[in-house]
């Protein structure tokens, strides 16, 4: 069993900056890719960034140039910095770890980020 605590959301103005943090824990062995995707009211949930064991990343058109996704291979942590926030940032954020062979895939609870002047 694979648990992901998220944690960092809350309020920011536009063109202000948040990190947030997600520390898995439990049954983590072998190479896994953790990323951060986000849901707002009344859409579905998307990417926002993703990376590898290797370190390479991958974000969404929306966020390249302004997020920056990181992780502690050692403490099994990611992190996103996440600058120049915009409104349509606003969501709940998710984290997501997801094994490599097995495909098995598993959320953390979400954090609100709510970007508003």
């Known amino acids: 069993q694979v648990q992901l605590v998220e944690s960092g959301g809350g309020s920011a103005q536009p063109g202000g900056s948040l990190r947030l943090s997600c520390a898995a824990s439990?049954?983590?062995?072998?190479?896994?890719?953790m990323g951060w995707y986000r849901q707002a009211p009344g859409k579905q949930r998307e990417l926002v960034a993703t990376?590898?064991?290797?370190?390479?990343?991958n974000y969404a058109d929306s966020v390249k140039g302004r997020f920056t996704i990181s992780r502690d291979n050692a403490e099994k942590t990611i992190y996103l910095q996440m600058n120049s926030l915009k409104p349509e940032d606003t969501a709940i954020y998710y984290c997501?770890?997801?094994?490599?062979?097995?495909?098995?895939?598993?959320w953390g609870q979400g954090t609100q980020v709510t970007v508003s002047s």
């Open positions: 997501n770890l997801e094994f490599h062979l097995t495909r098995l895939n598993y």
């Open positions: 990376i590898f064991h290797s370190g390479s990343t």
């Open positions: 439990g049954s983590i062995f072998g190479i896994y890719v």
